[in-house]
């Protein structure tokens, strides 16, 4: 059954980062499954909109550009003005469910007073406060309030991993109006994965965020160069400010045209983040490339160790180095450790199994019934 779908996100789109990737690849999946889809986002963003589905936009402030996530003064401004749009464009389009992404588009949708309303958890707040924070409790107090009190009022909410449905559960959601369902990536819009001889390239892909925990990456590199001194580090990065990385080279990646040609390259993928309740796409990007990735055990996403990549203990440098120094110079493992990673996002994160599992979830909010 085709459905008119309004997909709403308080942010700039199109970006090269997390939340809006998952944005895109949502709303591409759906409409290649034949609904009808309205992206509801913020005046500005990076680059073209994909021309596949609507995208409608609030109203621009003037000079302000900022596409990097966290807390802005500008923000409160721009979500009344989101609130506007969506109700609008709801009512004009005949919507019939509203899929909101991330807590600000949660409460743009609560404000908005539309129903029914589908939550797509990227977080939770207790977790990822914090970081933009400095660590300080109050941050971490307010977004355990946030989690308890703005998730239940969704008909359902979606989590991309269990530990974050669970969450969610104890702090008051219905487990029948939970669902579990990891995010999608294409492996066709990567290239077939090349390997060389040489040692390989370290590569971080993505936002520089506090929370993305950059600095276990550059103790590492520390380790790694103590024994390999012409070890590069390679950053990946939509950030403006990329200049600041301790990085032998930053690579602009403006768009996702830029990033498939960074990941074209013969590279191991290192992601250092610890935060455990969201889901890193740039893991799952990697992956679709057929790169090997190494990632800390708290936000490993997808991976089995050995298997499809490689998982060490959260903020171990040593431990984060061995294994680059390990990948650095065997080929076979790359290889290896990039097919059969190649061959996880085909099996069990391609679009069109997240698209089936939605239209579960819409059915059962659109019907009243809550059994997805």
């Known amino acids: ?48 909109a994909d021309a596949e589905f609507i995208v409608h936009r609030c109203p621009r402030l003037p000079g302000y550009r900022k596409t990097s996530a966290g807390p802005s003064l500008m923000k409160p401004l721009l979500d009344a003005f989101l ?9 004009e389009h005949n919507i019939e469910v509203v899929h909101a992404h991330n807590y600000e588009g949660l409460m743009v949708a609560l404000a908005a007073r539309v129903r029914p309303l589908v939550y797509h958890a ?35 909410v979606l989590a991309p991993h269990r530990r974050l449905a669970d969450y969610l559960v ?21 290239e077939e994965p090349r390997y060389a001889d040489a040692p390989a390239e370290v590569l971080y892909t993505g936002n520089l965020d506090a929370y993305q925990n950059l600095e276990l990456i550059r103790a590492a ?31 602009p990646t403006p768009d996702m045209a830029a990033l498939r040609d960074v990941l074209a390259r013969d590279v191991l993928v ?46 171990e440098p040593r431990a984060l180095a061995d294994a680059i120094l390990r990948l650095r110079h065997d080929r076979g493992l790359r290889e290896y450790l990039g097919t059969t990673a190649r061959e996880t ?28």
């Open 1 to 48: 059954m085709t459905r008119r779908i309004a997909m709403v996100a308080a942010c700039p789109y199109p970006v090269p980062q997390g939340s809006q990737v998952l944005l895109q690849d949502t709303a591409r999946a759906l409409h290649e499954a034949g609904h009808d889809v309205h992206v509801v986002v913020y005046g500005h963003g990076i680059g073209e």
């Open 83 to 91: 609130v506007k749009t969506l109700r609008r464009m709801v009512r």
């Open 122 to 156: 990227h977080n939770a707040m207790a977790d990822e406060l914090p970081w933009y924070f400095s660590g300080q409790p109050w941050a971490r107090r307010f977004g355990a309030w946030l989690d308890r009190t703005f998730p239940k009022r969704a008909d359902h």
């Open 170 to 190: 104890s702090l008051g959601c219905e487990t029948a109006r939970v669902s579990v369902i990891p995010p999608p990536a294409d492996v066709a819009v990567f």
């Open 221 to 251: 590199m520390d380790a790694v160069r103590a024994s390999e001194p012409e070890a590069r580090l390679l950053v990946a990065t939509a950030a403006t400010d990329g200049r600041r990385v301790r990085a032998d080279h930053v690579v």
């Open 270 to 315: 290192v992601c250092p983040r610890v935060s455990w309740s969201g889901y890193p796409i740039k893991i799952l990007n990697a992956m679709a490339a057929g790169r090997p990735v190494i990632a800390c055990r708290s936000a490993a996403g997808p991976i089995t160790d050995g298997i499809d990549g490689l998982i060490v203990p959260d903020n």
């Open 345 to 372: 996002i085909r099996t069990q994160h391609r679009p069109a199994l997240l698209a089936r599992r939605l239209e579960h979830v819409y059915a059962a909010v659109c019907e009243g019934k809550q059994e997805a």
